[in-house]
């Protein structure tokens, strides 16, 4: 059998207002908003390059520890690719995201910096050429 990627999970006290932001910063699309059986809203997104970004509430009787925006074991950051770093860290700050790293010019590699986004969120930002 062949393997595919098929989606990220993200975990929010406020799904829609999370997919709203994504949706904002980097275009993703809202493709479905549902309440589930298991207590929680569940809000599927798409980014514009077709990766389904699944981003639900806690269900009934779940508790959640906080999210970390810091380098940490186990899912640790999603990548987005940008254009300009300077005009999007400004734009992106605008929106509530915190600057935890960077900009680092990598040797013979990109441009990055990460940011905090909703719900702690650790999200790398990639400028490929500049």
Do not use: C
């Not at 990627?5 to 994504?22: R, S």
């Not at 997104?45 to 990766?51: A, E, F, K, L, Q």
């Not at 940008?82 to 990598?106: F, Q, S, T, Y």
């Amino acid at each position: 059998m062949g393997y595919e990627f098929n989606h990220v999970h993200l975990k929010a006290p406020e799904p829609m207002k999370t997919a709203e932001w994504y949706a904002a910063a980097f275009d993703f699309e809202i493709v479905s908003d549902r309440e589930r059986p298991q207590g929680d809203r569940f809000v599927v997104t798409r980014t514009p390059d077709g990766v389904t970004v699944n981003i639900s509430s806690a269900r009934t009787g779940e508790v959640l520890d906080e999210g970390s925006a810091d380098v940490h074991w186990g899912l640790e950051h999603i990548g987005i690719t940008i254009e300009d770093m300077e005009a999007e860290l400004e734009r992106l700050a605008e929106m509530g995201a915190v600057l935890k790293e960077g900009p680092i010019d990598v040797p013979d590699g990109p441009r990055i910096a990460f940011i905090a986004g909703p719900d702690d969120t650790r999200i790398e930002l990639l400028q490929l050429s500049y």
